[in-house]
């Protein structure tokens, strides 16, 4: 499977309860990772059509730290989806991809903290953000 941007959702079968459920315990987080959670979904859905000898068991995502997603609303969010669906076996393994930059003098790598994009090696504060924006479908396992 390609690695492949995710778009924004399409309408998954979902139960009403179970949104009242993510609802209760996720209410400070937007819409956004349930709509994630449900283009996620989609996406298994649509690799399952591709391929109905198999079964679709896993689909893993990076999300990057910048991605302003929340990993758990998310994890969350997916599984409310598939519960009591035919979809419920699917796994979701999220990867938390922390936010890297490159120095543009002497090509050295970090790992960003506290808005600091200054190289810590030799002081130059032209650096760019080369990891930490992802939020993509990475693989899906199928059992054939
Ligand atoms: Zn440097």
């Given at each position: 499977m390609q690695s492949a941007g995710v778009s924004p959702p399409e309408p998954a079968p979902i139960s009403l309860s179970?949104?009242?459920q993510w609802f209760r315990r996720f209410w400070k987080f937007s819409m956004h990772e349930l709509g994630i959670a449900?283009?996620?979904?989609?996406?298994?859905q649509a690799e399952a059509r591709r391929h109905p000898e198999g079964r679709i068991t896993k689909v893993g995502v990076k999300i990057g730290e910048l991605s302003g997603v929340d990993r758990d609303a998310l994890q969350f969010g997916f599984?409310?989806?598939?519960k009591d669906t035919e979809w419920e076996p699917v796994v979701l393994d999220l990867e938390y991809?922390?936010?890297v930059?490159?120095?543009s003098k002497?090509?050295?790598?970090f790992r960003m903290t506290e808005f600091d994009p200054q190289c810590p090696q030799c002081g130059e504060f032209l650096t760019h953000c080369i990891s930490g924006e992802e939020l993509?479908?990475?693989?899906?396992?199928v059992d054939e």
């Open positions: 179970a949104v009242r449900a283009s996620i979904l989609e996406s298994v599984e409310v989806l598939v991809i922390p936010r930059q490159r120095c002497c090509a050295h790598e993509d479908i990475v693989y899906m396992e």
